[in-house]
């Protein structure tokens, strides 16, 4: 069994191998040391024995979602391992308990993971190998720093519009450049460099798009993450370009953040209303009333991906995401597959200035704009960025 022994806990617990006591024999009446159980020289002509249990060799770290794991070359003649780590350089076995975060996990096994971990932070390791009560020389000191949470601004930088295709009096899906009619929205930008290979990126998506997955816990993923209710699982999705972060809906009948859920806009702030607050409790959800304001408020309350700061995006952050190369939906559905098939409109926190009783909105179905009346049930996506 696997037993974690916290910093300050730390008990009398092993014998250390080391050299044996030389022997005061015949010495002036001097007495006789005696060295530990299991360490006496197995020739009395021969220098002290060695330790008999070598250094864990091979030790390496990786770093997961708030956790590493811990890799090494098992010793001979060893009946187990135990590992210590602490957030210092300093840490020997010997000391891990004086040391912030010390713990020492008796009896493991290689490969073992280390859970609970903090983001952002470093963490140092040391294996060792036991045999018959005594403890072996310790591993070299590793360390392993943890990927902590995203931050996030926005960038005043403008997407693509995603299509990079060329068209004529006919066609709308031919290569581009097209000879009769060049200059055409696929001949240029990031979609144009995307097409040819040319486009560099810091996450991964359609065309000129560059998303990167995000964790509940704030941290990035990798392109294959899942969606899930989990701390490590998928549930946002970070913008590159506009550096905004989205929100991510689950398909979770009955709670909060279900995808299929609708929403009244709802705004009681009068800046920002247009003149007119409109309709609370008007769409059809669960976990919150149903209206844009209790929906923002319900997702700040929860910190989704680590944050508190979640609005109602405007309708010119909202169409940034807008995937004109596709639609049904018209947005990259790999970083964005939460989209409902039928009546796929999406509020936005901008009112229509004729009529204070409208706000703009956003059907991705093909990414138009329109503007419903605020006692609409539309769907919601949040975003957020640093000010």
């Known amino acids: 069994m696997t037993a974690a022994v916290p910093s300050g806990s730390h008990t009398v617990r092993k014998l250390w191998l080391g050299l044996a006591a030389a022997s005061l024999a015949g010495c002036g009446g001097g007495g006789s040391g005696g060295a530990p159980s299991g360490n006496s020289p197995t020739d009395p002509g021969e220098s002290p024995n060695e330790p008999e249990l070598a250094a864990p060799e091979d030790v390496t770290l990786t770093a997961g979602h708030g956790s590493v794991t811990v890799v090494w070359s098992e010793v001979p003649n060893a009946e187990g391992h135990h590992i210590y780590y602490a957030e210092d350089p300093d840490l020997t076995p010997d000391d891990y308990a004086a040391y912030e975060g010390g713990v020492w996990l008796q009896n493991v096994s290689s490969p073992h993971t280390v859970t609970g971990l903090t983001h952002g932070a ?130 979770a009948p009955g709670t909060a953040r279900h995808r299929g859920h609708t929403y009244s806009w709802y705004l009681p702030d009068a800046e920002r209303n247009g003149g007119q607050a409109g309709v609370p409790n008007g769409g059809v959800c669960s976990g919150s009333a149903c209206d844009t304001q209790a929906y923002v408020d319900a997702v700040n309350d929860e910190g989704l991906c680590g944050f508190d700061d979640w609005r109602m995006p405007t309708a010119a952050e909202l169409a940034s995401i807008v995937h004109h190369g596709r639609v049904s939906p018209a947005v990259d559905i790999d970083y964005f597959p939460d989209v409902p098939s039928s009546d796929p409109l999406y509020w936005t926190a901008t009112a229509f200035a004729p009529d204070a009783n409208i706000a703009w909105s956003i059907d991705f179905t093909d990414g138009q704009l329109v503007n419903p009346a605020k006692n609409y049930a539309a769907h919601v996506r949040l975003v957020r960025a640093d000010d």
């Open 122 to 251: 470093t963490y140092y390791f040391i294996v060792t190998a036991f045999a018959d009560g005594e403890e072996g020389v310790p591993s070299a000191t590793k360390a392993v720093t943890l990927p902590d949470r995203i931050a996030n601004a926005a960038s005043g930088m403008l997407n693509d519009s995603g299509f990079d295709r060329c068209a004529d009096a006919v066609d709308l899906a031919l290569d581009c450049p097209h000879p009769s009619y060049p200059g055409q929205d696929g001949d240029w930008g990031r979609d144009a460099a995307a097409r040819r290979g040319a486009l560099s990126k810091q996450g991964a998506g359609a065309a000129g798009f560059d998303f990167t997955k995000v964790s509940h816990a704030g941290i990035a993923l990798p392109p294959d993450a899942a969606l899930g209710s989990n701390e490590a699982d998928w549930a946002c999705t970070l913008d590159h370009v506009t550096g905004l972060l989205w929100e991510i809906r689950p398909d």
